[in-house]
C-alpha cells in the first residue's frame, strides 16, 4: 500500500510566522502535490510537483512556496502566514499521470 | 470555465436502499475519472476508478457517459458505514495533464 505520510495532524501558528508543512511518500512516486481543503470550497490545489526540483502552481499559489529537493519529500511553505490560511492541507502522490492519487492523512492547520 | 459538478446533498437514505450519484464535468477531452470517498475530518480515499464501459466493485458500480459528460456512482443495499462524502474527480486537461478537479462532494447519510 502507498504510504503518504504528512508530519503534523494538527498544527497551530501566529500571524507572520514562516510556516513549514512536509509531506514523505515511500512508493517512489514521481508526482506529488499540495492541496488545501475548505468548507464549500472542496479541494484546491496549490503547488504541484512531476520531478526533483521541479514545481508548478495550481490555482491558488498565493502566499505559498514548495520545495521538492528529494523524490520521495514535497514541502509547503507559507512564507508569512495569515489567517485566512487556515486550512486543511492534504498532500497526495501519484506514479504517473492519469492515475489516481494517494492522499496523507491531512494537516489542521490555524493561523492565530 | 473548467468544472467538475456534483449535487451536494445531503442524501438522506434508510439502510438497503439503492442510491445513485452523478457528477458532469466541463471538458469533453477529459480522459481520467475517479470517485473518492471522504469521512469527516478524514483524508480523501480512492473508492473506484471509471471506465469507458462501466465497472463493479461489490455494491458499487460506475458509470461514465462521455456524450453528455457526466459519471454515475450506484451504491446498492446502502450500509450505515456507507455514510461519507462522495468526491467526483475528473482530469479535465485530458491526457498528459498532471491535474486532478475535484468536485465539491454529495454528503450521503445512510440511517437505521
Known amino acids: 500500500d502507498v504510504k503518504v505520510t504528512q508530519s503534523s495532524r494538527y498544527l497551530v501558528k501566529r500571524t507572520g510566522e514562516k510556516v513549514f508543512l512536509e509531506c514523505v511518500q515511500d512508493?517512489?512516486?514521481?508526482?506529488m502535490f499540495w492541496y488545501r481543503q475548505d468548507p464549500g470550497l472542496g479541494l484546491r490545489l496549490i503547488y504541484f510537483?512531476?520531478?526533483?526540483?521541479?514545481?508548478e502552481k495550481g490555482d491558488i499559489p498565493e502566499g505559498y512556496s514548495v520545495s521538492r529537493e528529494k523524490k520521495e519529500r514535497f514541502s509547503l511553505i507559507l512564507e508569512s502566514a495569515s489567517t485566512n490560511q487556515t486550512s486543511m492541507y492534504l498532500c497526495?502522490?501519484?506514479?504517473?499521470?492519469?492515475?489516481?492519487?494517494?492522499f496523507g492523512d491531512g494537516t489542521r492547520l490555524s493561523i492565530l | 470555465r473548467k468544472e467538475v459538478e456534483q449535487d451536494p446533498g445531503p442524501f438522506n437514505v434508510p439502510e438497503g436502499a439503492t442510491v445513485a450519484f452523478n457528477c458532469t464535468y466541463s471538458?469533453?477531452?477529459?480522459?481520467?475519472f475517479f470517485w473518492y470517498r471522504q469521512d469527516c475530518r478524514k483524508e480523501p480515499k480512492l473508492l473506484m476508478s471509471?471506465?469507458?464501459s462501466g465497472n463493479e466493485d461489490g455494491r458499487f458500480t460506475a458509470q461514465l457517459n462521455r456524450a453528455s459528460q457526466y459519471i454515475s456512482l450506484l451504491i446498492r443495499d446502502s450500509k450505515l458505514s456507507d455514510s461519507a462524502t462522495y468526491l467526483c474527480v475528473v482530469n479535465l486537461g485530458g491526457a498528459g495533464s498532471y491535474q486532478l478537479t475535484f468536485g465539491k462532494g454529495t454528503k450521503l447519510s445512510v440511517i437505521p
Open positions: 497526495a502522490s501519484t506514479k504517473q499521470v492519469n492515475q489516481p492519487q494517494h
Open positions: 471538458n469533453s477531452a477529459s480522459q481520467s
Open positions: 512508493m517512489d512516486h514521481e508526482n
Open positions: 510537483s512531476y520531478d526533483v526540483k521541479m514545481k
Open positions: 471509471v471506465y469507458s
